[in-house]
């Protein structure tokens, strides 16, 4: 509903306009350099909606003429579409051109694919288009130049603003450093907390300059890949990377790519294909064997695609390599004591992590303020190139070109105490093992390292009675050590099975 033309009963939706706006206008704020070229290098919206803010000084608007549903925000309006099924979305945009054009928002059409998963089906360079089966020639458009919406209009935009100026010009003090190689010894010692990206291992990898999109798209046209909630075969998800505009592409994560290629990873196999650069050294989490948790994936995606904020899955640290394209990381340590990077939200006790926001959105919202915040560390990754995610550290990452990459996480022997802290006292957040396992995680992992490795074990369980001992408060520690007296020989960390502990500084 225009500003212009709300009765006074409805000023309540117009002002929780103001709120895009304000992201709208902070966007240009970021960058005042680049402000003017981001703005002119938006093309104009498919079916010319417009930002909210030029209803003010609109004589008409399109969503006045939408009967009831012209009440309803616009947040509202796209949230009730959302339980609307496909035949439903059809009939109710053939009623006015407000209703076509909220109607036609492609995120209804992604989830209603999605959910729907049809085996047997063409690209045809939306969602709904696809879902609908229309040939590119029958595809149709009606302009709604009168419509001012930022809910239709704002993705649009986070999906076609150059990124360009907020993975440039990094400054120096945020640089990852970059290295040839590391040793063991040095990695053990100096690195493994620290993220660092290095030029050489990969560029001995068989697979590197060979396997590309293309070479796999050739070799695998119909091997099925998983990419996010749906299994595409690579003929299909190559369309896609090649044909779309989602603000947040459908991102190809696949931890069954080795068994699914027929490749072997590992330097000592008769015909590797890749392997863990050296100065990782051994990774604990091998002990587990049939039992360890999801440790490796493919991933590939278009220009823009990318992961938003979180951290890696238990505690562990972790190489991702670029085959081909290049990617840019935004990288944050965490510690109980350290804010959360800005614009992502944390839960009271740390174990959820949301970061609502796109990564455009993320960029334009909160980018300046993040490359001021201590210990944001940024740099890009290229082909060629592997960049080590230390243990516990929050990441974005944003491919900058279509590009295929390879991730694996790993226990090295230094962070043996912290993963097997998050196994014992953070039960709930252990992800990657099998049903059967996820519950006696910790126990498992604590009985193979036993058979395989008993000092490194003790060494990692010594360490982690130590940072218990320190994480707690006085009180705490005046008051439990009795009680481990009495426990005898058995362990008790003192943030071990008593929760309110663990949030002790
Ligand atoms: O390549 C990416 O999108 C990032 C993947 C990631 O989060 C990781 O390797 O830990
Ligand atoms: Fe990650």
Do not use: Y
């Given at each position: 509903m225009a500003p212009g033309i709300l009765d006074a009963s409805h000023h309540a939706c117009a002002e929780s306009r103001p709120a895009k706006k304000i992201k709208l206008s902070s966007a240009a704020n970021v960058q005042p350099d680049d402000a003017d070229d981001v703005a002119t290098a938006i093309p104009p919206h498919p079916l010319h909606v417009k930002p909210a803010g030029n209803a003010y000084t609109a004589s008409e608007n399109l969503k006045s003429r939408c009967g009831s549903f012209a009440t309803l925000p616009d947040e509202l309006l796209s949230l009730v579409l959302e339980s609307f099924n496909a035949d439903q979305l059809v009939r109710l945009g053939s009623t006015c051109r407000a209703l076509y054009a909220f109607t036609r928002f492609d995120e209804l059409w992604r989830a209603l694919f999605v959910g729907s998963?049809?085996?047997?089906?063409?690209?045809?360079?939306?969602w709904r288009t696809t879902f609908l089966r229309i040939p590119q020639e029958h595809v149709t458009s009606i302009s709604c130049k009168d419509l001012f919406s930022d809910v239709l209009y704002r993705p649009f935009q986070c999906a076609h603003t150059s990124l360009e100026p907020f993975t440039s010009n990094i400054p120096k003090q945020n640089a990852i450093q970059r290295l040839p190689d590391l040793t063991r010894d040095e990695y053990a010692e100096k690195w493994t907390d620290k993220p660092f990206i290095l030029t050489s291992p990969v560029k001995e990898w068989p697979v590197y300059g060979k396997w590309t999109p293309q070479y796999l798209l050739e070799k695998y046209p119909d091997v099925k890949f998983r990419a996010e909630a749906v299994d595409w075969p690579m003929a299909k998800y190559m369309d896609y990377m090649s044909n779309s505009s989602d603000e947040s592409s459908l991102y190809l994560f696949d931890r069954g790519f080795v068994e699914k290629t027929g490749i072997t990873p590992g330097r000592d196999a008769v015909e590797p294909a890749y392997w863990s650069?050296?100065?990782?050294?051994?990774?604990?989490?091998?002990?587990?064997?049939?039992?360890?948790?999801?440790c490796r994936w493919m991933i590939m995606g278009p220009k823009r695609s990318g992961s938003t904020f979180h951290k890696d899955p238990n505690a562990t640290n972790a190489w991702n390599a670029v085959l081909t394209g290049s990617k840019y990381w935004l990288m944050f340590p965490s510690s109980p004591t350290l804010p959360p990077p800005p614009g992502v939200i944390l839960s009271d006790d740390q174990s959820e992590i949301t970061s609502p926001l796109s990564i455009a959105e993320y960029f334009l919202t909160f980018h300046s303020l993040a490359r001021e915040t201590p210990g944001c560390r940024e740099g890009i990754c290229y082909a060629g190139e592997i960049l080590h995610v230390p243990s516990g550290w929050f990441h974005l990452v944003l491919n900058l070109e279509d590009g295929l990459a390879l991730t694996q996480n790993f226990v090295p022997i230094k962070k043996l105490a912290d993963v097997l802290g998050f196994l014992r006292d953070q039960r709930d957040q252990v992800?990657?093992?099998?049903d059967e396992v996820c519950d006696r995680a910790y126990e498992l992992f604590v009985e193979r390292l036993r058979e395989n490795h008993p000092e490194i074990l003790e060494e990692g369980l010594a360490e982690l009675e130590r940072k218990g001992k320190k994480g707690r408060g006085k009180w705490e520690e005046l008051t439990k050590i009795g009680d481990e007296e009495e426990e005898g020989a058995g362990f008790s960390f003192g943030f071990g099975g008593d929760d309110d502990d663990a949030d002790i500084p």
């Open positions: 998963r049809p085996e047997d089906f063409v690209w045809r360079g939306t650069p050296d100065c990782f050294g051994e990774d604990l989490f091998s002990v587990l064997r049939e039992h360890r948790p999801d992800s990657g093992f099998k």
